[in-house]
Structure formats: C-alpha cells, structure tokens
C-alpha cells in the first residue's frame, strides 16, 4: 500500500472536527455551570465514582500509552512492555496508600495533604515546584505525541501543529475548568478502548486469533543476533541493558503515579473517600485491560506494516521498523500506520482523531494541575495568606493556564524527536522523587516535619530533574553530545534517575525530620489519623 500519513485526509479531517465539535460543546455547557474556584478546580465535587474511574483511566491511558507504548513495542519488542507493565502495578499502591487520605485531607492539590499538619507557606512552595516541574515534563510528552499526529494527518510544519493543539487546549480549560475536562476525559477513554479493541481484534485476525503466531512471526521478522534466543525481539535487552537502569525505570513507573498532581487532583471531584476509592478500582480494571492488549498493537505493527514511500526523490519499499521510523523516529506513528493499512483510510482517520482527542484531554488536564499549583499554593495560600475572593482565584488560574501553554507549545517543538512514552517515563522519575516520599511520609510517618518536606520535595526535585539534563537523553541527544559509534553520552549514564534520586529524597526527609523536630506537628498527627480515616472535618 502507499499510506496517506503527510497528506491531508478526508476522512481524518471528517473525524478531527466531529470530536473537537463535540469536546468544544462540552466545554460551552461546562463553562455554564462553572463560576466559584470549586466548580474550577474540583468540578463541585459532584462527579461519581464510576464517572471518575473513566476520568481517571481517561487521564491515565495518554499519547504515551497509546502512541509511545505501541511504538516502542514495535521498535524494541519485549522492552517495550516494561512500560505497560509498570504503569499498571502502581494503581494498587495508589488505592491502598493514597486515595482515602488525600480525599479526607486535601482541597484542591496534594500540597493540602502535605501541608496539613505542618508550616503551611514552605511546604506549599516547595509542594508548587515539585508540581510543576512534573506536569511540565509530563506534558512535554503529550505535545510531541500531538505534534507529530498533525503534522502527518494534515501535511502541517510541526511548530504549527503545535501552536494549534496549544489554542484548543487552553479553550478548554479556560472556559470549561474541571467539569469539562472530567468528561472530555469519560469520553475520550470510551473511543479510545473501543478503537484500540478494534485495532487489536484486526491484528489478531491476520494471525487466526492465535497470539503465538503473532510472536512466532515476529521471531522470524528479527531473528536473534548470531542466533542467541537472549537477544530476539521477544526478550529483554533491546531498550535497558543496565539492571540499575531497568530497576529505577520500574520504581519510577510504579511510584511516580502517586505523585502526578492531574492524577491526584481527581480525587477531590467526587464527594467521599469511599467514591475515591471504587473510583480506582474502576480505573485499575479499565486499565489493566488497555494495557495488555496495547502491546499486540506494537507487535502487529512491527510485522505487518508495509509501505511505499518517496524517500531521497524514490519510491521505495519499505517494512515493520524501518517503515515506522520512516514516518516518526521515536516510533510514535506505529499505531495509526497500523490502523490505516488494517481499516483503511476511515480507520486511519478514527484512530488519529481518538489520539489527538487523548493528547488534548491530558493536556488539558495537565495545565489545570499546573494552574492549581501556582494559583491555590503559592498565590492564594502564599502570597494572599488565603484571604483571596472567589474571583481572585478563577481570575489568577486562568492567567497561570496561559503561561502554562505557552511553555507547553514551547518544550514540544524543542524536545520534537523523542518517544513520548520514554519522555512520560521521565515525568514519572521526577514525581516519583519530588512528591510521593515527602506524600507518603505526611501520612504515615509522625517525626515528619516542616523543614523534611521541605528538604524531602527539594531534594527529589533537583537531583532528579538535574540527572535527567546530565543523562545521554538530554546532554546526549538534545545538546548533541556523541560517541565514536554515534550514540548520545551523558554526563551521568542512565537515562531514568529514579533509583538514585526517589531515594534521596526519602533519605532527606527521614533525616532533616530527625534533625528538626516539631512538637505541633507531632501533636496534630493523631487528628490528622482521625480525619484520615474517618473523614471528620473532610470538605
């Protein structure tokens, strides 16, 4: 076949207009009921638990789910599977450890939950920068993953597709706030596990059902190197050769989401803890199921594509990864390639206009977390010692939305080369590290102190996000430092920091509490267990 991809579609601009259509209604109706900064920030509280299980997973299953997980199954094989796997080990931990708290302790961020019992302005600061600095790696995934879709759905310059998926984000959160993305959200998460089943059921058909013969054929497709079975496509290696490396991306996968401040803001848009947590249990099964069958879609990609394309003035021929990374280097492209040759040109456009519709619902979700951060910790709790009117509020979270986009539009054109679920992997390195340990340590531990999240937050923080610039991908890859072979070097060797800088911070928090006691915040612990078990006093 010749794929459409790089050339306007109509069947693509067809779907893209009808789900922007509908998401831009939503938000018109949203906006209607949205005035008070609770309707803003938490959609009035008033949304079920079954509602927000498919917000969650909706929030959940990203552009790095569905377009960087398939592609780096396609491209690295079983490696590519660590991703699906350990995003979804640390949705127990997050029912168990997380959900109940945060809904009985918190308001509008997690910093509510952190801060309960302790100094509210520097662990509200400190809580600010470790929040942001997740959402905005998180998001720089998301733009790259919307970026590279418009560009090849509509024959667009990259820079424009960005700047365009940056203006119909901010629509939606600045007119629409919670209650427009929480359902934004519901819908998207239907389309998208209704056209990945699809996906996958077209896939498994061409191999009679039989997944053995799927993976047979992807064997003899990429044939182990000098015949050892250790290194086919099927087994561990291809992507992190490293243990230590392969450790700190599974810690960092498992423990980052409960640290995502889009994630954990969900939880205060329904009205109990107990609606918090059949929420994540809604969300865990919705999940689980989407990523174990996103990876026969990486699979299917890799043995099954095939292609001409006019490369270097010819038209050539071209087939599983070689074609992929043709159309996209980091492999994002995988899934709507393999849509298109499967379902056509219909499909294609069904499948790209669900992906842009994930990308621009987590965006969205992202840069209200963004917003939270700044406007509620640092401009009401900080600066206006929250004494701010309800204007105030909305008035300051829509300015933070702005300056959030923009930054959002600007990290995607620079970082336009990277897989989007290796890019999402370092988002989670940084909350893993910035804001479960000191999370975690409020809740459980009663030595905690002021001055422990604050140095917990900080540490976390700064050693991750400063081993993510020294690391091969950002030092080696964006500054354009390379070896005698041609591959990025870094200053510091791996390219996920979790193990390192997760414990650092721990160890941080554990000892600067040690150091610092505080007998009022020793003596408020047993309130905050009364309150975070029983809900007294919970908005």
């Given at each position: 076949?010749?794929?459409?991809?790089?050339t306007?579609?109509v069947?693509?601009v067809l779907?893209?207009?009808?789900?922007?259509?509908?998401?831009?209604?939503?938000?018109?109706?949203?906006a209607?009921?949205?005035?008070?900064?609770?309707?803003?920030?938490?959609a009035g509280?008033?949304?079920?638990?079954?509602?927000?299980?498919?917000?969650?997973a909706g929030?959940?299953m990203?552009?790095?789910s569905?377009?960087?997980?398939?592609g780096?199954?396609?491209?690295?094989?079983?490696?590519?599977?660590?991703?699906?796997?350990?995003?979804?080990?640390g949705?127990?931990?997050?029912?168990?450890l997380?959900?109940?708290?945060?809904r009985n302790?918190?308001?509008?961020?997690?910093?509510?939950?952190?801060?309960?019992?302790?100094?509210?302005?520097?662990?509200?600061i400190?809580?600010?920068?470790?929040?942001?600095?997740t959402?905005?790696?998180y998001?720089i995934?998301?733009?790259?993953g919307?970026?590279?879709?418009i560009?090849?759905?509509?024959g667009m310059?990259y820079?424009l597709?960005?700047?365009l998926?940056?203006i119909?984000?901010?629509?939606?959160?600045?007119?629409?706030?919670?209650?427009?993305t929480?359902?934004v959200?519901?819908?998207?998460?239907?389309?998208?596990?209704?056209?990945?089943?699809?996906?996958?059921?077209?896939t498994l058909r061409?191999?009679g059902?039989n997944?053995?013969?799927?993976?047979?054929?992807?064997?003899?497709m990429?044939p182990?190197?000098?015949?050892?079975p250790l290194?086919?496509a099927?087994?561990?290696?291809?992507?992190?050769?490293s243990?230590i490396e392969?450790?700190?991306?599974g810690?960092a996968l498992m423990?980052g989401?409960?640290?995502?401040?889009?994630i954990?803001?969900?939880?205060?848009?329904?009205?109990?803890?107990?609606?918090?947590r059949?929420?994540?249990?809604?969300?865990?099964?919705?999940i689980?199921?989407?990523?174990?069958?996103?990876?026969?879609?990486?699979?299917g990609a890799?043995?099954l594509?095939k292609?001409?394309?006019?490369?270097?003035?010819?038209?050539?021929s071209?087939a599983?990864r070689?074609?992929?990374?043709?159309?996209d280097?980091?492999?994002?492209?995988a899934?709507?390639l393999l849509?298109?040759?499967?379902?056509?040109?219909?499909?294609?456009?069904?499948?790209?206009?669900?992906?842009?519709?994930?990308?621009?619902?987590?965006?969205?979700?992202l840069?209200?977390?963004?917003?939270?951060?700044?406007?509620?910790?640092?401009?009401?709790?900080?600066?206006?010692?929250?004494?701010?009117?309800?204007?105030?509020?909305?008035?300051?979270a829509?300015?933070?939305?702005?300056?959030?986009?923009?930054?959002?539009?600007?990290?995607?054109?620079?970082?336009k080369?990277?897989?989007?679920?290796f890019?999402?992997?370092?988002?989670?390195?940084?909350?893993?590290s910035a804001?479960f340990?000191?999370?975690?340590l409020?809740?459980?531990?009663?030595?905690?102190?002021?001055?422990?999240?604050?140095w917990?937050?900080?540490?976390?923080?700064?050693?991750?996000?400063?081993?993510?610039?020294l690391s091969p991908t950002?030092?080696g890859?964006?500054?354009?430092?390379f070896?005698?072979l041609?591959?990025?070097?870094?200053?510091?060797p791996?390219?996920?920091?979790?193990?390192f800088?997760m414990?650092a911070?721990?160890?941080?928090?554990?000892?600067?509490s040690l150091l610092?006691?505080?007998?009022?915040?020793?003596?408020k612990?047993?309130?905050?267990?009364?309150?975070?078990?029983?809900?007294?006093?919970?908005e």
């Open positions: 076949m010749t794929s459409s991809l790089g306007t579609s069947s693509a779907f893209f207009f009808v789900i922007i259509a509908i998401t831009l209604v939503i938000t018109y109706w949203a209607r009921k949205t005035k008070t900064s609770s309707e803003y920030y938490a509280r008033s949304v079920s638990a079954l509602q927000n299980g498919f917000a969650l929030d959940y990203s552009a790095a569905f377009l960087g997980i398939s780096m199954v396609a491209l690295s094989g079983y490696d590519g599977m660590i991703y699906a796997t350990g995003w979804l080990m949705w127990p931990a997050l029912m168990f997380v959900a109940e708290p945060l302790l918190g308001k509008f961020t997690f910093a509510d939950v952190v801060a309960f019992r302790l100094r509210q302005k520097p662990v509200r400190a809580a600010a920068i470790g929040g942001i600095l959402v905005l790696f998001t995934a998301q733009m790259v919307s970026g590279h879709l560009r090849l759905m509509f310059p820079e597709a960005e700047i998926v940056g119909v984000m901010l629509a939606y959160v600045l007119f629409g706030g919670m209650l427009a929480t359902w959200q519901i819908i998207k998460a239907v389309l998208l596990l209704c056209g990945v089943t699809l996906l996958t059921f077209l061409q191999f059902f997944p053995v013969t799927l993976y047979t054929r992807v064997v003899e990429y182990a190197a000098g015949g050892d290194k086919s099927l087994a561990p290696g291809a992507l992190t050769k243990p392969a450790i700190s991306l810690l423990f989401l409960l640290g995502l401040p889009h954990l803001m969900r939880f205060y848009t329904v009205p109990d803890a107990k609606a918090a059949k929420s994540v249990l809604y969300a865990t099964g919705l689980g199921y989407f990523y174990v069958i996103i990876p026969i879609v990486g699979f890799a043995v594509l292609a001409n394309v006019v490369k270097d003035g010819v038209v050539t071209l599983g070689d074609l992929v990374t043709y159309f280097k980091g492999g994002n492209m899934a709507p849509g298109e040759l499967l379902g056509g040109q219909a499909f294609l456009g069904f499948i790209a206009a669900v992906a842009f519709a994930t990308i621009l619902a987590v965006v969205a979700g840069t209200l977390a963004g917003a939270s951060a700044y406007s509620h910790d640092i401009y009401v709790s900080v600066i206006k010692n929250g004494r701010a009117t309800e204007e105030e509020q909305v008035k300051v829509k300015i933070a939305t702005i300056v959030f986009g923009v930054m959002a539009v600007a990290l995607g054109i620079l970082f080369d990277e897989n989007v679920a890019m999402v992997g370092l988002a989670f390195a940084i909350a893993a804001n340990p000191a999370l975690l409020s809740v459980l531990w009663k030595p905690f102190t002021t001055m422990g999240a604050v917990s937050i900080v540490v976390g923080a700064l050693s991750s996000s400063t081993l993510i610039v950002v030092w890859s964006v500054f354009k430092h070896d005698a041609g591959n990025p070097v870094g200053l510091f791996y390219k996920n920091p979790a193990i800088s414990t911070a721990f160890a941080a928090g554990i000892l600067v610092t006691p505080e007998k009022d915040a020793q003596e612990f047993e309130d905050e267990k009364l309150r975070t078990y029983l809900g007294v006093g919970a």
